[in-house]
């Protein structure tokens, strides 16, 4: 009889999940919680079947691992979380993608964390999706969720941790449309209107704060690109249009260019502030939530409602496409396409109506 060469895989403690782990071949396997019987267990029947490959166990356990058959759900998500947390980066830091996946993976797993990935079909997603319209969600976060869910199932059956049958399936589910499902749709995101937004910085006692947010009006900028720019990488040799071309983007992993056109009135706005920054230096180095947090004491304050920095990106882009035209709009706003654009700029109601009383 030949010698058997096996040499056991290491038991290790996969901190992030807090489970036992084993890696066979380059695949991870997930035994049960860490020091728990059930993974000691799980580890004593792993060596057994490895050490004897002829065995009916381990023939069962190797088609298992070729099928993703056995391996739950909560296992796959914790993977595939460790995956995107070095995909979805930018200068080096984790995107806001991150906790928006992080969020929808513990709505999957609180119900399928233990369901095997091959009883994760399209009929079980749908079910799971009928469950979240129940409980109140809307049709845009589910969709989203949906997305999500599609692309890590996609994931993992490139990985060979799922067959492909389960990410198709998962993928073809159609997307809830609107009027057509029980999920309530929100209300969509409207410009914030000039007077309150004037009332709202008269209220805000940090003056870097309300200078990043009137020149956000001015440019139309997205919140995270008005707290990337740099002095260094400010244009400042125009006389009367400075410039900021971004390397790292929103749209960069598509190939598109962004750079962001400060006129007149920005640059006014802009001078003081550069005198006190120093080279490398953020122009507004402040997080994005504190600047959402201080418009909404702010506004309570100044007695109006609430907004976002979100909201004035819609109202440029509602100005620009206005004045200037959609191709206008889309070129400033940094859209890749102009259906975006469109969702971003209101239409021109007032233009709508002079043409009624005109020629209707």
């Not at 010698?3 to 084993?22: D, E, L, M, Y």
């Not at 869910?149 to 996609?154: N, S």
């Not at 071309?245 to 598509?254: L, V």
Request: aromatic share 6%; proline share 4%; charged share 25%.
């Amino acid at each position: 009889m030949p010698r058997n060469s096996f040499i056991p895989p290491k038991f290790t403690h996969h901190r992030a999940s807090g489970q036992a782990r084993v890696r066979i071949g380059g695949v991870d396997r997930y035994l049960g919680e860490w020091g728990s019987r059930e993974a000691l267990d799980s580890y004593a029947d792993l060596l057994k079947s490895r050490a004897n490959p002829d065995s009916e166990g381990s023939t069962v356990q190797r088609a298992e691992v070729a099928t993703g058959q056995g391996t739950p759900l909560g296992k796959i998500a914790v993977e595939f979380l460790a995956w995107a947390r070095g995909y979805y980066t930018k200068a080096g830091a984790e995107t806001s993608e991150i906790a928006v996946i992080r969020h929808v993976l513990r709505r999957l797993c609180a119900e399928h964390a233990r369901t095997p990935a091959t009883a994760f079909t399209a009929r079980t997603f749908k079910e799971f999706r009928a469950g979240q319209i129940e409980a109140g969600r809307s049709r845009s976060g589910i969709n989203r969720d949906h997305r999500i869910i599609a692309r890590m199932l996609r994931w993992a059956a490139s990985e060979e941790l799922v067959p492909a049958s389960i990410a198709d399936g998962v993928r073809m589910v159609p997307a809830l449309r609107a009027g057509r499902t029980a999920a309530k749709e929100l209300p969509a995101v409207k410009p914030v209107d000039d007077e309150t937004v004037s009332r709202t910085l008269a209220a805000i006692k940090d003056p870097g704060i309300a200078t990043l947010l009137r020149v956000q009006r001015l440019c139309g900028a997205r919140i995270g690109e008005m707290l990337a720019i740099t002095r260094d990488g400010l244009d400042t040799t125009g006389d009367d249009v400075w410039r900021f071309e971004y390397r790292e983007h929103k749209t960069a992993h598509k190939g598109k260019a962004r750079t962001i056109y400060f006129g007149a009135r920005c640059i006014e706005l802009l001078r003081p502030i550069i005198m006190k920054t120093t080279p490398a230096g953020k122009l507004f180095p402040y997080r994005a939530d504190s600047i959402r947090n201080t418009i909404k004491r702010a506004a309570i304050r100044a007695g109006v409602e609430p907004w976002t920095p979100h909201q004035l990106r819609h109202a440029r882009a509602t100005e620009l496409r206005r004045e200037a035209g959609l191709s206008a709009a889309q070129v400033t706003l940094g859209h890749a396409n102009i259906s975006m654009t469109q969702h971003y700029a209101e239409a021109n109601e007032s233009l709508a109506l002079d043409i009624a009383r005109k020629l209707g």
